[in-house]
């Protein structure tokens, strides 16, 4: 499979419907043998970031104007094509992150999951529009008629996520929005993945031509060089921009959206710590199960996850120490690993040497020695809550299999925890029906922190359905009214716009008499 891979990749970017660029830039890189692939790639020039820009500028004229029928076609065939080319798009990922086979065989199906439910929707709209209807004999004035409607931004700006080289990448969630939306998509290829990108990206080019859409409609520029980002994010044709990964480089690219002439949205995942939070009566009874289930959550994907649990929060007492005591028994149980790239390795063993090393943390477990310097322990630590409510670095996610431990004297103090936590992506409350009755204001706090709240269920992983919200208050993600996955992602390549007195014949088709989902006022 390796050779036939190789055969049919260039190495080149993706502009305007063809390939082109030299392929001599960077290679891809096999984390677990932690060698590189004998498969080169190019890195986009600031010309050819000019000419993929543009000619997604040219092709949006054209592809917002393509009806609803035409967009769901295009999205469906889009993974159609990836199904069709699953094997070696599987293998190619799996050789690039050394995640396992089975894993991205469900990635796989949850990307072309998402590009059909957006294609679903907008052949069976979900969402009512609003018309608020003419009253002329209204005095002292007369009422206007005004629909309230939506139009795609333009071009959008995807970057491709290390950790979901399918489903946060080229035709993940970003992408298949954006399309649904009305709007050209270029993306920046992780340089982490790119043969895995450009055999997505292929199956992307069949379905335009099938489709009969703008060349220019999709487009792939690799690199592995910061310039590549902002040349990107800085072209005048960029009308937005979605962007998973971690939040130095987002804050970065954020604010030069911010600082550009015309400055425009910057939808950043930019990471989460997940707090579960421990009540007492379900510690009590189930201390065991909840530290294994713990430390299954934290081991996915070697803890890579956005998602993944990094932080527990409970009540010092005979509980929390069985809890503990379990938690430290399979940790020490786990094995070390390679991790995406070698640069997230050596981030995650700079952060828990630097963490094990301070004195007011204890540490509970680490997994089994390391067999090879670029592979990572799992690690457990606990600490006094006074101590981590005094530190706001304790807060920062470490990208990983590793957890803090948060013990705190009193329910008060598990509330003070609650009350100081940064901007997460999830949060969980375990409980039983005894501790229900003495948490809502528990509740109230974290609410106002998080984009989903969990009772009882571990955080890692997310459905992609219609009711899903996955970003939070910042530094979670950039924009906290937005979602990156579900049906409402597509609000983030829309604005509102409102007909007022516009001839029936003209109307969108959402905003006519007609529609049994217009809602009238």
Request: proline share 6%; charged share 20%.
């Given at each position: ?140 004035l007369p009422k206007a008629d005004t ?62 031509k099938a489709c009969d859409m703008p ?307």
């Amino acid at each position: 499979m390796t050779s036939s891979i190789t055969n049919r990749l260039t190495g080149q970017h993706y502009i305007n419907g063809e390939w082109q660029g030299e392929s001599s830039a960077f290679n891809s890189f096999n984390p677990v043998s932690n060698s590189p692939i004998d498969w080169s790639f190019a890195c986009a020039s600031k010309r050819q970031v000019e000419q993929a820009t543009q000619a997604a500028k040219q092709a949006f004229s054209s592809y917002r104007n393509k009806s609803d029928n035409d967009r769901a076609a295009f999205l469906n065939a889009i993974a159609d094509n990836i199904e069709a080319d699953r094997e070696a798009i599987i293998e190619a990922a799996h050789l690039e992150t050394g995640l396992p086979l089975a894993r991205l065989q469900g990635e796989t199906g949850r990307t072309c999951g998402q590009l059909r439910l957006f294609a679903q929707n907008l052949l069976n709209p979900i969402e009512q529009s609003i018309a608020d209807m003419a009253q002329p004999e209204r005095q002292p004035l007369p009422k206007a008629d005004t629909r309230l409607g939506r139009v795609a931004l333009g071009p959008i700006a995807v970057f491709g996520a290390s950790n979901f080289p399918l489903a946060f990448s080229t035709a993940g969630g970003d992408t298949a929005s954006a399309l649904a939306a009305g709007c050209p998509v270029i993306v920046k290829g992780h340089p982490a993945h790119p043969a895995t990108t450009e055999l997505v990206t292929r199956a992307i080019d069949k379905a335009i031509k099938a489709c009969d859409m703008p060349a220019g409609v999709f487009g792939l520029l690799q690199g592995h060089t910061p310039e590549v980002s902002t040349l990107l994010v800085d072209a005048p044709a960029i009308k937005a921009v979605g962007f998973t990964g971690s939040l130095k480089v987002g804050r970065i690219l954020a604010d030069r959206c911010a600082a550009r002439p015309e400055p425009i949205p910057f939808y950043g995942e930019l990471g989460s710590t997940n707090p579960q939070f421990l009540l007492p009566g379900i510690l009590e009874a189930q201390a065991e199960t909840l530290a294994e289930t713990q430390v299954q959550s934290m081991m996915m994907g070697h803890g890579q996850f956005c998602t993944s649990p990094g932080v527990i929060v409970a009540i010092k007492g005979e509980a929390l120490t069985r809890y503990c005591d379990r938690l430290s028994q399979t940790l020490a149980e786990q094995g070390a690993s390679a991790m995406l790239t070698p640069g997230i390795a050596k981030t995650y063993q700079q952060q828990t040497e630097a963490l094990l090393a301070r004195p007011a943390l204890t540490l509970l477990a680490q997994g089994k020695a390391a067999e090879a310097s670029h592979h990572t322990r799992p690690a457990a630590v606990k600490l006094d809550a006074d101590v981590y409510l005094a530190d706001d670095s304790l807060q920062q996610e470490v990208f990983g299999p590793f957890a803090l431990v948060v013990e705190c004297e009193d329910a008060h103090q598990m509330q003070a925890v609650a009350e100081q936590l940064d901007g997460q992506l999830t949060a969980t409350l375990h409980g039983n029906d005894n501790d229900w009755a003495q948490v809502h204001s528990l509740v109230d706090a974290i609410s106002h922190r998080v984009g989903r709240l969990i009772f009882n269920q571990m955080p890692t992983g997310v459905e992609v359905c219609h009711s899903m919200n996955h970003g939070g208050p910042y530094p979670a993600s950039t924009d906290s009214r937005s979602t990156s996955v579900g049906s409402m992602a597509i609000h983030r390549w829309m604005r509102p716009i409102c007909y007022q007195n516009m001839p029936a014949a003209l109307l969108p088709d959402a905003l006519r008499d007609d529609q049994t989902l217009l809602k009238r006022f």
